[in-house]
């Protein structure tokens, strides 16, 4: 199949996921609020109870239930991202600003996973971005590095200026990617587990993001072990 076949389908692909997107973010997101919102009322009304080994296994059980159903609308939130984001408001953005600051935000997940997080982050001119875009790619591919590195690991991460473009690279010590991992990191319709590692929509959102922004991406393994992803963002001067 030619590439101009391929970039074809892949545009048929998201025209069909955008309609089912917007279908299933009405259809579907009533009833999950419906059920959410019962669901934080009985947990009001067990509160009220007196405590007993009962009412604690149905709070328990309450709260898992508002918990999945999150999870559901966040799934369907991340589809409808994909299949349509948002224009992006460009403006001059500080890349390595940006960083810290997701950095800062993500700090008590990062000490839950007890790895260690090396940052060169030396100021390196701005990119002309869409400042909370960026911020989302970031979160998604940090969150991807602790999910993939073990207890005692190492992620890096990394702003450089390569003209005339600046280049942000996460890397991590983990397990790495199997050779379906890395064929369907950035495939929506993959519907293997292991692709991008568990975590849904992340890297598609990533990649469609930073695709809007002119830019490009790319995951791959990192020499010993591990998973290198690195971006390619547009200066500002451009």
Same mark, same amino acid.
């Given at each position: 199949?030619?590439?101009?076949?391929d970039?074809?389908?892949?545009?048929?692909?998201?025209v069909?996921?955008?309609e089912?997107a917007a279908?299933?973010?009405?259809?579907?997101n009533?009833p &999950?609020?419906?059920?959410?919102?019962? !669901?934080e009322?009985?947990l $009001?009304?067990?509160?009220? %109870? @007196?405590?007993?080994g009962?009412t604690?296994?149905?709070?328990?059980?309450?709260?898992?239930?508002?918990g999945?159903?999150q999870?559901i609308?966040?799934?369907?939130?991340?589809?409808?991202?994909?299949?349509?984001?948002?224009?992006?408001k460009?403006e001059?953005?500080?890349l390595a600003?940006?960083?810290r600051?997701?950095?800062?935000?993500?700090?008590?997940?990062?000490?839950r996973?007890e790895?260690t997080?090396?940052?060169?982050?030396?100021?390196?001119?701005?990119?002309?971005?869409?400042?909370?875009?960026?911020?989302?790619?970031?979160?998604?591919? &940090?969150?991807n590095?602790l999910?993939? !590195?073990?207890?005692?690991? $190492?992620?890096?991460i990394? %702003? @450089?200026?390569?003209?005339?473009?600046?280049?942000?690279?996460?890397?991590?010590?983990?397990?790495g990617?199997?050779?379906?991992?890395?064929?369907?990191?950035f495939?929506?319709?993959?519907?293997?587990?292991?692709?991008?590692r568990?975590?849904?929509?992340?890297?598609?959102?990533?990649?469609r993001?930073?695709k809007?922004?002119?830019?490009s991406i790319?995951?791959?393994?990192r020499?010993?072990?591990?998973v290198?992803?690195?971006v390619?963002?547009p200066?500002?001067s451009?």
């Amino acid at each position: 199949m030619s590439r101009d076949s391929d970039d074809a389908l892949t545009q048929a692909k998201l025209v069909a996921l955008a309609e089912f997107a917007a279908g299933a973010g009405h259809e579907i997101n009533n009833p &999950l609020a419906t059920i959410l919102g019962r !669901t934080e009322l009985l947990l $009001r009304r067990v509160a009220r %109870v @007196t405590p007993t080994g009962e009412t604690a296994e149905a709070a328990r059980d309450l709260h898992i239930i508002a918990g999945q159903v999150q999870r559901i609308r966040d799934m369907i939130g991340d589809m409808m991202l994909f299949a349509r984001p948002p224009a992006p408001k460009f403006e001059p953005v500080d890349l390595a600003g940006v960083v810290r600051e997701t950095v800062s935000s993500l700090q008590s997940e990062i000490s839950r996973h007890e790895v260690t997080l090396d940052a060169d982050l030396p100021t390196a001119g701005p990119i002309r971005a869409d400042r909370t875009q960026v911020a989302i790619v970031v979160s998604e591919l &940090l969150r991807n590095a602790l999910q993939a !590195t073990p207890a005692g690991g $190492r992620i890096r991460i990394q %702003v @450089t200026s390569g003209a005339p473009d600046l280049r942000l690279v996460i890397e991590d010590n983990g397990a790495g990617l199997s050779e379906a991992d890395r064929q369907h990191l950035f495939d929506p319709f993959y519907s293997g587990r292991q692709a991008g590692r568990g975590l849904g929509f992340g890297l598609c959102k990533c990649w469609r993001i930073v695709k809007e922004h002119g830019g490009s991406i790319s995951v791959s393994p990192r020499d010993g072990a591990g998973v290198r992803a690195a971006v390619e963002w547009p200066a500002a001067s451009q």
